[in-house]
């Protein structure tokens, strides 16, 4: 027996239109980027949640809320020039070290990247307190163990880290010459610091993980 209209209308994907205000519903309901595949899921059976968001994604195109792609995942996000019009609302934080800052470019531009292979790049040694506020910052994550002597494990950055400063991925980062040139690459050690030191310029303590 045939399935009358009424009920093949069940199972019928809803119209792109609403598929995009579905997503849009998710998306503001959510704090956290969500992922395509959980967008997909929340989605009614037939629906095209790729193709939908392409869609919601151009109709907030210079806009004051833009949708973004963080990795994997999706998120609404003010506009970056109007950035300015939030500093009241922002929590004013004390800056990472250099140390700390050096550590997680590092990170960044090598990943997958064992502690040792920092210190080679670094010229010193990583205090476990910079690995650890990283960690805490949610900037950092650990990656896969080395299948090398010692198994040692790599350091990578996380959707956090992409959320946070803006990037869709990894390749978005600036070329290496402009951090250089900022000075976040600087192989050299601090002044004072001698070659194999066992602790970075930051070693002394928690309250050393950020400049003054």
Known sequence: MNSGPAEQSLFAAP?????????????????????????????PH???????????????????????RIGDAWAFRTAP?????????????RKLSRAAIETL?????????????????????????TVDHLLELDWIRFGRRRMTPGRPVT?????????????????????????????????RPPPGAEAGAEEDSDAAGQSDLFED
């Open 46 to 68: 037939g629906s095209d949640a790729a193709e939908a968001l392409a869609h919601l994604r151009r109709r907030y195109q210079g806009r004051g809320v833009q949708l973004a």
């Open 155 to 187: 350091f990578v950055v996380t959707e956090a880290f992409l959320d946070h400063f803006g990037l869709e991925s990894i390749r978005d980062l600036p070329g290496l010459r402009e951090l250089r040139q900022a000075g976040l690459l600087d192989n």
């Open 15 to 43: 119209p792109l239109a609403e598929q995009e205000r579905m997503i849009e519903a998710i998306l503001f309901a959510t704090a956290e980027p969500v992922t395509l595949a959980e967008i997909a899921a929340r989605l």
């Open 81 to 93: 020039d109007l950035g300015f019009l939030m500093r009241k609302e922002t929590v004013e934080t």
């Open 105 to 129: 470019a590092i990170i960044a531009y090598h990943q997958p990247v064992t502690r040792a292979e920092i210190e080679e790049i670094r010229g010193v040694a990583v205090s476990r307190g």
